[in-house]
Each structure stands twice: as structure tokens, then as C-alpha cells.
């Protein structure tokens, strides 16, 4: 059976590179949107460049420019878009919508999966402003991709190790401590910490699965499933460093965020939400271990 042919939208960014990457290794004709608002980005030119030399495709196309979307969707099988949600990098969640309508123009796509890759926007309605911006603008391009009756997949990973692994949780840094480390609650809450390039390989690997079709995707490997003090308890056996415990309170969290910047509430708040998550009901959803 043949490869599906895969185009990349923001294929040089955190997570889109790995999704190249990641479809260039499981042998897809592997598309890459080159989008003008590149400009004299020197460091992206050369990422593109690079996966060009690999094999990869760079397609013209612009969000300002309908028609171009549309002849470069026109080209695939699969879009999937790794565009940024996350405000201390870049905020482009919403512009999916326009490459929505180009995917319902072309109606050649067998699978669509936009920007969601973290936790499921379906069940953060508890969560808190500012960062809940970021799940109800996912819920919108959901809303939108379903009502055009686009064939999707939507990737739920949770927490992205580069962000709250090597640094045991602990914000405004990705470093992890070498003295002591703040605990959230009881620090015995579960939660899910994914590898970025596993995330890029299981997401490829979803796109020609018939059971994937219409889902959530939820990636969840049993030994990646961990507590705050059981992530904290590795690092120490690991380092041969014991690390002074401090425990916080969710109220005591919160109280610390008053004046904060915008972007360490946001990281604070995610946190709270990674780390003390509610359970989901994973019915008639697909999940892969």
C-alpha cells in the first residue's frame, strides 16, 4: 500500500520539525509549507534546506493567500499542522481556520490533524485564564474542522518532556535544581510525560490507521505515567543528589502569580493543570500504549 504523501504546516518549529523528520523516516513523500513570513530567519531557512537535502518538498504558501493554500493542500494526502500555541514562543492557533477552509476547498484530504499535541482542550474546562485561551482556540479550529466534515485526528500527549522533565517541573527554568525543588500538593498526582520524538513517531504512525480515524489519540505508555516525587525521586537516584523538598499549596500557587508576568502565569498555571489534572473517560476514544 502506498505511503500517504504528508505536508507539514510549520514544519520548523519545536514539534513540526520532529513531525518531518518522523514522516521522512517511515518513508512518506514528506511536504513542507514555505511560507514567505519566513523572511531573513537565517536559522529557519537552513532547517528547511536541510530536510529539502533529505528529500523533503518545500511548497509555497501563505496564510494571506487563500488561493496558494489551497493549490498546496491540493498536492497531499495528510496536513498536519504544528503550529504554536504556546504564548512565550508565538501564539498562531486561530490562523488554522484559514487553512481549514483551503482543506475543505481542495476535498482531496483523507486525514487532517491540527495543532493540539498536549493536553486534550475537550477537558480543560477547569482550566484557568490566562492559559485556557490556548484549549478554547483549539476547541474552535475542533469545532470548525468537524462542521466541514474534514477527516481528523487529534494527538493528546500531555506533558512534552523537554518542558516539564529535565527540569523536575520547576518553572522559569528548563534546567533542573540542584538545591532544592518545589513540590505542587502532595506531588502524588499522575501525570503523562512524552518524549517530543516519540510524540512525532506515534503521530505519524497514526495517519494511515483506520482505527485513529475521527478520534482522539491519547499516548500514554505505561512507564511514562508518573507522580511529581516519583520524576523527582529518578532524577536523585540518577544524579546521586538529594534535593531539599518544599511542598506548596495550590493556594499558596495561586497567591504567588499576583503581578507575575503574562508568561510565567501561563507556564504557572499549565503546571497546576499538567500536575493535577482530572481523570478522563477514555470511551470511544483510541489510545495506543
Known sequence: MAKSRVLVVGGTGYIGRRLVKASLAEGHPTYILRRPEIGLDID?????????????RLIEGSFSDHRSLVEAVKQVDVVICAMSGVHFRSHNLLLQLKLVDAIKEAGNIKRFLPSEFGLDPAQMEHALEPGRVTFDEKMIVR????????PHTYVSANCFGGYFVGNLSQMETLLPPKHKVLIYGDGNVKAVFMDEDDIATYTIKSIDDPRTLNKTLYLRPPENILSQRELIEKWEKLSGNTLEKITISKQDFLAQMKGASCNKNIMNRATIVQLKCKKVNYSEKQEIS
Open 143 to 150: 469545532k470548525a474542522i468537524e462542521e466541514a466534515k474534514i
Open 44 to 56: 529557519k531557512l537552513q532547517i528547511l534546506m536541510e530536510f529539502k537535502r533529505q528529500g523533503a
